[in-house]
């Protein structure tokens, strides 16, 4: 161990150069896979085994084990970092490093979220494979592809749903941004939806009487943006682009809209999304009941798409991931605030598998932005903590 964290100690810049290679390599959503080939060659220069990228995209590498082999079929241990950024292909991305307050600043989008969490990951592959730490059982190390948002956690649901992994995760760590004081514990679940109206449409005079699209969505986003929400669970609901028509004279053939649901609770989630079909349902039945005969040209319709699903889900108080981390932040003199987040570590909860979300260490600011920076003030401390976290739980899947 004490060697595992001299590496560490020792090798700030080989992480630091990890990470803005990284950092200028473009990862849109659904585009990936630059990243990914990367971390392959990263991944078989540190001395991983099994190093595969998997039909989603997902960058696999198992630290050397005696159990692995092909007959292994024991739980295991993910150590999982996502390799996507939310920055369209095209974004200039070109990593600065400088010194501020002593320690090294990367600026470049994506430097925090997530290449802190990437590079957080190698440095704890490349301490444990390069001192030879004993590990009680397999940790698989893991580049995932569609952590943001319209990759919907992809990666992240292959990797559960596909064998040979399904059903033998004991426990998942994932490392998502900076920091080393708290741990996303509650996994916020989402659910987006676009509605879509459509009707005949026709010239505004002659043709009126055809109910028309955009007074019904109007009606139904109406509607559902008067639902009350509670503040426990926290919920909410956002109402986040509209849509239609074609000119000021003509009945509109569509409207469409897109609705943001978030919630701790599974069962909230479920109520809005009744509502939103509710909501369409009466909008569009009430406009075609007014449809006035003979210049109706028809009546509306109505569908809606799911566009997002984020499963909600909460880690138990007394789970052995939460209790290992708090002997682990007593360990090392750190806080373990507990935290709301939408992260990888949704889909592992959703299905029981304990998981938590932590930061790699160091500052980061300026997510999602062209801004965006990391600082690597006091990363080692967040290696540390991911390092024990790790060895310790796997100890603990051992067991089972
Ligand atoms: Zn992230």
Redesign the pocket.
């Given at each position: 161990m004490h060697a595992a964290f001299a590496w560490m100690h020792g090798n700030p810049k080989t992480i630091l150069d990890w990470q803005r290679e990284l950092c200028a390599i473009p990862a849109p959503p659904f585009g990936e896979e630059a990243r990914g080939r990367w971390l392959t060659a990263r991944f078989v220069e540190i001395g991983l085994e099994g190093v595969e990228t998997d039909e989603a995209g997902n960058v696999l590498g198992y630290a050397p084990t005696p159990q692995l082999g092909a007959e292994h079929s024991g739980p295991i241990v993910v150590l999982s970092a996502?390799l996507?950024?939310v920055f369209p292909a095209g974004t200039a991305l070109q990593p600065v490093v400088r010194t501020v307050d002593g320690a090294d600043r990367l600026e470049c989008p994506g430097a925090c979220?997530?290449c802190a969490?990437v590079a957080g990951m190698l440095a704890v592959a490349k301490a444990l494979v390069s001192t030879g730490v004993e590990i009680p059982c397999p940790v698989l190390f893991v580049g995932n592809v569609g952590?943001?948002g319209e990759g919907d956690l992809r990666g992240m649901r292959h990797l559960y749903r596909t064998e040979p992994l399904a059903g033998r995760i004991a426990a998942h760590v994932v490392l998502?941004?900076a920091g080393a004081d708290s741990a996303v514990t509650q996994a916020l679940g989402s659910k987006r939806f676009q509605v879509t109206i459509a009707g005949p449409g026709g010239h505004s005079f002659t043709d009126a009487g055809t109910p028309n699209p955009i007074a019904a969505m109007a009606t139904a986003l109406a509607s559902i943006a008067a639902t009350v929400l509670p503040d426990e669970p926290r919920t909410t609901l956002n109402l986040g682009t509209i849509h239609g028509g074609t000119s000021v004279n003509s009945i509109p053939e569509s409207a469409t809209a897109t609705v943001d649901f978030r919630s701790t609770s599974a069962e909230e989630l479920i109520r809005l999304e009744v509502a939103l079909h509710r909501a369409a349902e009466d909008a569009v039945e009430s406009w075609n009941a007014r449809a006035r005969a003979p210049r109706s040209r028809g009546l509306l319709s109505f569908s809606i798409a799911k566009i997002g699903d984020r499963p909600a889900a909460v880690l138990p108080e007394e789970s052995p991931i939460l209790n290992t981390l708090r002997a682990v932040d007593r360990h090392l003199g750190l806080p373990t605030g507990a935290r709301l987040g939408s992260?990888?570590g949704n889909i592992p909860l959703s299905l029981g598998v304990p998981a938590i979300s932590l930061g790699a260490g160091g500052e980061g600011g300026g997510?999602h932005t062209l801004r965006e920076w990391y600082s690597t003030k006091d990363r080692e401390a967040g290696l540390r903590r991911v390092l024990l976290l790790t060895l310790a739980i796997a100890e603990w899947a051992a067991e089972q």
């Open positions: 996502h996507d950024t979220d997530n969490g952590e943001e998502d941004g992260t990888d997510a």
